[in-house]
C-alpha cells in the first residue's frame, strides 16, 4: 500500500504580539504561504475566512467551497483543507483558540451554540448581501485597528468585538440557511454536540449520550432533528465518518483505524464504512 504523506498542521502563535492573545486577524493576500496553501493541510484552532475578491475552490474536508466575492466560510479545529487558486484572493481571515472566548465567558458551550461551527447537515459557508458583508467588515476593521495598537487593555476589547461578530454572522446563517437562530435554548443539544467531539471513539450509542446527559433518548432525538435536521445516531455515524476520513489520509492502514475506533474486527468497519461511503476503505484511500 502506498504511503499517504502526513497532513500539515498549523499550531496558533499565542505570543505574536508579546502578552499571550488567542486571537489574530490578516489580510489573506500577505499571508499566502499559510493561508493559501494548495497542499492537505489542517488547523489546530478556529477560523472565519472573508473573501472579498477572487475566484477557485476551497475543499474543506471533502466539501467543495466556491470562492468568490462575500463568502464568509467557517472551520473548526482538525478539519482538512486545501486551496485551489483561479484568480487572486484578497480578504480578511479570523483565527482563535476556543480558551480566548472561553476565559470571558466562562460557557464551555459556547462556541457549539453557533449554528456555523461543528455543523452537520448544513454547508460550512454562507454567501451574503453587500450591506450585511460590509457590516462584518467594519467590525472586523475595528479589530484590525486594535491590533495595530495593542494596550493592557485590548483582549477585553477584541473579545466583545468578536462576539458582536459571531453574533452577527449566525444570525446571517440562521437566515441563508432557514435554521434556529438563538444560541440559548436547549442547552442539551450543545452539551450533545460537545461530549459528541469529545467522546466519539468511547461512546458510539445514543443511550451512552442519554445518560451522561439525564435526558431520555426520544427527547435527544427530537432536539437533534429540530436543530441539525439529523437524529442523534446519524450525528454519531456522520462525527466518526469525518474522523475515519481524516485518518485514512494520514499515515495510518484501515485496519489500525479499525480498532482504534473500537470495531470488532476489520470486516465490520469496512461494511460500516461503505454503508455511508458506498466504497470501502482501501478505495478511499486510492482517491486521496
Known amino acids: 500500500m502506498a504511503s499517504v504523506p502526513k497532513i500539515k498542521t498549523y499550531h496558533f502563535l499565542p505570543c505574536k504580539y508579546g502578552s499571550e492573545l488567542l486571537l489574530d486577524i490578516g489580510r489573506i493576500e500577505t499571508l499566502k504561504n499559510y493561508v493559501l496553501d494548495g497542499t492537505l493541510h489542517q488547523l489546530s484552532f478556529y477560523e472565519i475566512i ?37 484568480q487572486e484572493v484578497k480578504g480578511y481571515t479570523l483565527f482563535f483558540e476556543k480558551d ?21 447537515s448544513h454547508p460550512a ?12 467588515l467594519e467590525l472586523l476593521h475595528e479589530i484590525e485597528r486594535e491590533f495595530e495598537q495593542i494596550q493592557n487593555d485590548s483582549n477585553h476589547l477584541i473579545r466583545s468585538l468578536l462576539y458582536q461578530l459571531l453574533i452577527v454572522l449566525n444570525r446571517y446563517y440562521a437566515g441563508v440557511y432557514n435554521v434556529q437562530r438563538d444560541t440559548y435554548i436547549h442547552s442539551d443539544f450543545y452539551r450533545f454536540r460537545s461530549l459528541l467531539e469529545q467522546r466519539f471513539l468511547e461512546d458510539q450509542t445514543v443511550e451512552a449520550y442519554t445518560k451522561l446527559l439525564n435526558i431520555s433518548s426520544g427527547f435527544l432525538n427530537k432536539i437533534c432533528r429540530q436543530f441539525s435536521g439529523l437524529s442523534a445516531q446519524q450525528m454519531i455515524h456522520h462525527k466518526l465518518i469525518s474522523e475515519i476520513k ?14 482504534e475506533f473500537g470495531f470488532s474486527d476489520p470486516s465490520n468497519f469496512n461494511r460500516f464504512f461503505k454503508k455511508f461511503t458506498n466504497i470501502t476503505p482501501q478505495q478511499y484511500r486510492k482517491k486521496i
Open 246 to 259: 481524516r485518518q485514512l489520509h494520514q499515515n495510518k492502514s484501515a485496519k489500525e483505524i479499525c480498532y
Open 50 to 86: 472573508f473573501i472579498q475578491e477572487g475566484l477557485g475552490t476551497f475543499v474543506l474536508d471533502e466539501n467543495k467551497i466556491s470562492i468568490q466575492p462575500r463568502t464568509i466560510i467557517f472551520t473548526s479545529p482538525g478539519q482538512i483543507r486545501r486551496w485551489e487558486i483561479e
Open 100 to 120: 480566548f472566548l472561553h476565559l470571558f465567558f466562562s460557557d464551555e458551550l459556547f462556541l457549539y451554540r453557533f449554528q456555523y461551527f461543528h455543523q452537520y
Open 125 to 136: 459557508e454562507m454567501q451574503i448581501c453587500e450591506t450585511s458583508f460590509g457590516k462584518c
